[in-house]
């Protein structure tokens, strides 16, 4: 008998029992479907996180007071890093575009009847250019509002819309903590970029922050939260960062450990990178166990098969099918199972993907190769798991399998 009778005779039988096939299919349909979501979402969420790192600026890196070991340790925040600095990086690294230091606290903001509790942040003029921000309506601080500590502020465009709704927001008055700031601006729109969301929070300038608001916490000066810089281009990102430690040891007189701790957005997304593809693949191999306890399944239905079909063994090998030809009518009949069950679940898994990018932020990330491996594993596991049972057929004594009639 040839590879094509076998398949005819496997289909006939399958389609004969059409409910035990389905059932027989589940485990793998549950697999595939499992296995081709779960990376089709990691990669999604990679791909998200990574695209809200890249908003927080082009070839953007940031100076933040401690080092690691401070930081994780440490409740309080040190004050060792201070405007001074953000000046001196500013005009001393070569390779550096632009900085911003930034001040933030979380403050009591009133309009009117209204008020709440936002981020407001203390920053200087370069934080467009560094983080790659526009003004939606007004125009942004000056240098000669650092200066002269001026009591002004830019919205974020959330905070604008909650606060003013349609009505012009430039202009008007608004007080924060104890003291009335005049909007001068409106940030376009970002949406949050790691935790940050600008969208919601206030702009004044830092020497207002520090002098009406904060106060100056250190002896050196304004003490920062961190500073942003943005590296000239991609290629001088490292020369910044070389650059930018050897300048703040020079001026904090390190000689052993740093105090500050200088982060780059490569390293961020590598770090990014290493998790998620770590989660998604612990969280494929979850899913891949549904696929060996389906071939576990489908083994069993075909042991019960094999023993509900014995007379029709009996009667096949005695008009002259061989050891082979059953062999292959089982073995095929498993890989039908398997691979139809593996096409179903493909089918079930980019559709949850396409679900979840229609519901949520993330981006459907359908991975030809992940769809492709999972049919293919799941046609190997028919194979697998068939096998045995298909070797028992054969083997069956047909005078045995005719005495079972």
Partial sequence: MNIIESMKMAGTTLLSNRLRSA????????????????IGIGEAGQKYVSKQLESLGPNVLFVLPGNEETQRISFEVPRNLVLADAEAIASQVPTVAGVAPELN?????????????????????????VRDFATAKGRFFSDIDMKRNNQVVVLGSKFANKFFGTNNAIGQQIRI????????????EKGSSVGADYDSAVLIPLTTSANRLVGKNSPYGIALDYISASARDGKSVDAAVFQITNLLRLRHKITNEDDFTLRTQKDALSTVGQITGALTIMLAAIAAISLFVGGIGIMNIMLVSVTERTHEIGLRKA???????????????????????GLVGAAIGVSGIVLVGALTPLEAAISPIAIASAVGISGGIGLFFGVFPARRAAKLDPIVALRSI
């Fill in 105 to 129: 606290r979380r403050q009591r903001v009133a309009f009117k009847s209204r008020n709440t509790d936002v981020n407001v942040i203390g920053t200087t003029p370069g934080f467009l250019k």
């Fill in 23 to 38: 059932l027989t299919m589940l485990g793998i349909v549950i697999g595939n479907a499992s296995v081709i979501a779960m």
């Fill in 319 to 341: 008009i002259g099918a061989t050891q082979q030809d059953i062999l292959w009518q089982f073995t095929i009949e498993a890989v039908i199972v398997s691979a139809a069950g």
């Fill in 177 to 188: 903590k104890d003291s009335k700031f005049e909007v001068i601006g409106v940030l376009t």
